[in-house]
């Protein structure tokens, strides 16, 4: 089994920063990407930032330059600091983590149960 729990999330007001957790834990052999989304409501899911194992970062477009995505690969965590946040920003936050299981050969996406963000004006 492996399960992804995030942390963090919460109500904050304009402006503001916020930082989003996420540990893997389980029978792990390798995590390979990391990422971040959200989903507000009545709208798709949307990536936020995602990092490699290497850690080389992508961004949404609505995000760069106010948010910033790092890992710790020894904690099997990845962490989504978020500045400067805009009511635009509230939405449900999820993470993924592609991970090869133990005695496993490939990888499988695994998904977090989401934190809310709330940004209030």
């Known amino acids: 089994q492996v399960h992804l729990v995030e942390s963090g999330g919460g109500l904050v007001q304009v402006g503001g920063s916020l930082r989003l957790s996420c540990v893997a834990s389980?029978?792990?052999?390798?995590?390979?990407?990391m990422g971040w989304y959200r989903q507000a409501p009545g709208k798709q899911r949307e990536l936020v930032a995602d990092?490699?194992?290497?850690?080389?970062?992508n961004y949404a477009d609505s995000v760069k330059g106010r948010f910033t995505i790092s890992r710790d690969n020894a904690k099997n965590t990845v962490y989504l600091q978020m500045n400067s946040l805009e009511p635009e920003d509230t939405a449900v936050y999820y993470c993924n983590a592609d991970i090869v299981r133990q005695y496993s050969y490939w990888g499988t996406l695994y998904w977090g149960q989401g934190t809310q963000v709330t940004v209030s004006s």
């Open positions: 990092i490699t194992s290497g850690g080389t970062s």
């Open positions: 389980g029978s792990i052999f390798s995590i390979r990407g």
